[in-house]
Structure formats: C-alpha cells, structure tokens
C-alpha cells in the first residue's frame, strides 16, 4: 500500500498560483501512476490531471489545460501540481491519488480507477 499526504493548498484571489505537493509513503513511489482529483462543494469529484510512474504519460482536464501543470519526483516521493492563472470555479478539495503502475495509462483521466486517496487540501480562489 501507499499513504498519501497533500499539502499547499489555501487562499488565492483570483489569477494567483499555488503550488500543491503529495507526499507518498509505503511502497515504492515509482509502483503508481498519480493523479490530482477535485471536489467542488455540491459537486461530484473530477479528474484534474494524471503522470505517469515515469512521467512520460501527462493527461488534464480541458477545465485546467494551459493553467495547470502535473509533475513529480520519484527520488522524493513527491508529485505536484503547479496551479497559474486561477479561477474562483477552481474551488475546490484537492485530493491526491494513486493506481499501480500495472493498470494501462488509459484509465488514469478516470477518478474513479484510483485505488489509493489522500485526505485532500482546500482550494479557494476568491473574486
């Protein structure tokens, strides 16, 4: 198993950055593709962005495509997603997640193929 632990989330106005990180603990990170997932009060989860174990595989959202950008350190243990440009309709939960590196790349825009989950950071952007 894999633990994850997001950090970096807060308040921004609108048009600001954030910088999220997840920290992996457990089995060998490089074992997993990663994801970002979000949750909007109300709203169901939705895929944000997703790397492959080694980092050649990249997938966003259309919502996030040019603003956001997924990477990750595998010698850290530590994927992040780099967030310019924001918008309040960016509000959300930010959860982490991870699959093993078994499953094809195709399911990864998909929330619901993760099998591990971090607890989430907040995300606010106010107008």
């Known amino acids: 198993q894999v633990q994850l632990v997001e950090s970096g989330g807060g308040l921004v106005q609108a048009g600001g950055s954030l910088r999220l990180s997840c920290a992996a603990s457990?089995?060998?990170?490089?074992?997993?593709?990663m994801g970002w997932v979000r949750q909007a009060p109300g709203k169901e989860r939705e895929f944000v962005a997703a790397?492959?174990?080694?980092?050649?595989?990249?997938s966003y959202a259309d919502s996030v495509k040019g603003r956001f950008t997924i990477s990750r350190d595998n010698a850290k243990n530590t994927v992040f997603l780099q967030m310019n440009s924001l918008k309040p309709e960016d509000t959300a939960v930010y959860y982490c997640?991870?699959?093993?590196?078994?499953?094809?790349?195709?399911?990864?825009?998909?929330?619901?193929?993760?099998?591990?989950w971090g607890q989430g950071t907040q995300v606010t952007v106010s107008s």
């Open positions: 997640a991870a699959v093993d590196r078994g499953q094809p790349i195709m399911v990864l825009p998909t929330e619901r193929r993760y099998d591990y």
């Open positions: 457990g089995r060998t990170f490089s074992n997993y593709h």
């Open positions: 790397i492959s174990w080694g980092g050649v595989y990249i």
